[in-house]
């Protein structure tokens, strides 16, 4: 993202002018009336559960400030959660137990939508998901379906405590800052794994906001005289202290769960045949996207990539969606690469694994 400022919003300044500052701090923390009275917001193109779920605990709009449900969009392939922040402040939250597809993952907000996948981009020791939701913004969440196997259990819950507070007052910052200018990507990534980092080892106020700060302090230009005066007035321990008192005053968000039941992975069926042989040759530092194919068996199929044990692992730069789509960005220099995929038909019963 480039580092100008805007043109069309009136004047410009580099600094933070007193007006500004008191109308981001409110935006931050919000009264309590003012939290009462904002309209609510629904999830959108609701439908049943999922055949393949065998139990759920969602949320309709008026039982939690996080109401959600499973879209009409759902699939044997995934399941697409809409989910809606009705909490006066954005909200962390983390998927764990299967694979959050931020590729065809929707947000409301662009400013969620980029963060959402800087922090997918930022490694994670549990193996879980994080995405933020802006206050009154929904999300589609599209949560590929695993292959054949044990019994699994999907968390989806909201980050409490200091991680909350911490992507609180980030969001904040950010969102006030777009108001005027595009911001880095640098900094936007510096800043996502702040709070990739909060998730993994719970920060101390001190700590988590002065590495946000640090990240401001990269900045250059514009975005680095904006970004401090922002930061000097949001990012304080009073503030800190003014979201974490807040939500002790609220009811915390429920989490939403759902469970699959186990399945054999064992079932080959020689008559289910992958429908791509060869990928061709594919651009390299270029997002080049491939919907694969099958033919025989029970459509509709999902499909899966199947690294050999002890084999080659699948570069980072491949990513396969259980409905087909497969999405390679290649770095320079890569010359082949062999993709082992199973596809698995609606029966449970897969194909013999090809490269």
């Not at 202290?241 to 699959?260: F, N």
């Amino acid at each position: 993202m480039s580092g100008q400022p805007r043109i069309g919003r009136g004047v410009l300044s580099t600094v933070c002018s007193a007006l500004l500052c008191a109308i981001s701090l409110s935006a931050a923390l919000p009264s309590a009336s003012t939290a009462a009275t904002a309209k609510q917001v629904r999830p959108a193109d609701c439908a049943g559960t999922p055949t393949w779920i065998e139990s759920a605990t969602v949320l309709d709009e008026g039982q939690n400030s996080l109401p959600s449900c499973f879209s009409d969009a759902s699939d044997q392939a995934e399941a697409v959660l809409s989910i809606a922040n009705n909490r006066p402040y954005a909200q962390l939250v983390t998927v764990s137990g299967a694979m959050l597809d931020l590729a065809e993952s929707s947000f409301d907000g662009l400013l969620e939508q980029t963060l959402s996948r800087l922090l997918a981009d930022s490694p994670s020791p549990t193996g879980a998901t994080a995405f933020l939701l802006g206050p009154g913004q929904r999300a589609s969440l599209a949560i590929d379906r695993s292959a054949p196997g044990p019994a699994q259990i999907v968390h989806i819950d909201p980050a409490p405590d200091n991680a909350f507070a911490v992507g609180a007052l980030a969001w904040a910052v950010l969102s006030a800052a777009e108001q005027y200018l595009s911001l880095p990507r640098a900094i936007e990534s510096c800043i996502a794994a702040a709070l990739r980092g909060g998730l993994s080892t719970p920060p101390s106020p001190e700590l988590a906001l002065r590495r946000i700060h640090a990240c401001v302090n990269q900045s250059s230009g514009a975005p680095r005289a904006l970004l401090q005066a922002l930061a000097a007035r949001l990012l304080r321990n009073d503030s800190f202290r003014k979201v974490i008192h807040r939500e002790g005053t609220e009811s915390h968000p429920a989490r939403i769960a759902y469970a699959v039941s186990a399945s054999n992975p064992n079932l080959p069926n020689p008559a289910i045949h992958f429908g791509l042989a060869s990928l061709g040759t594919v651009p390299a530092d270029r997002l080049s996207v491939r919907h694969l194919s099958a033919s025989g068996g029970a459509p509709p199929y999902r499909f899966y990539l199947v690294p050999e044990p002890g084999g080659p692992a699948v570069p980072a730069w491949v990513h396969l969606a259980a409905d087909g789509t497969l999405m390679l960005e290649p770095p320079a220099g890569t010359t082949s690469v062999a993709v082992p995929v199973e596809v698995v038909d609606s029966n449970g019963e897969h194909s013999v694994v090809a490269d």
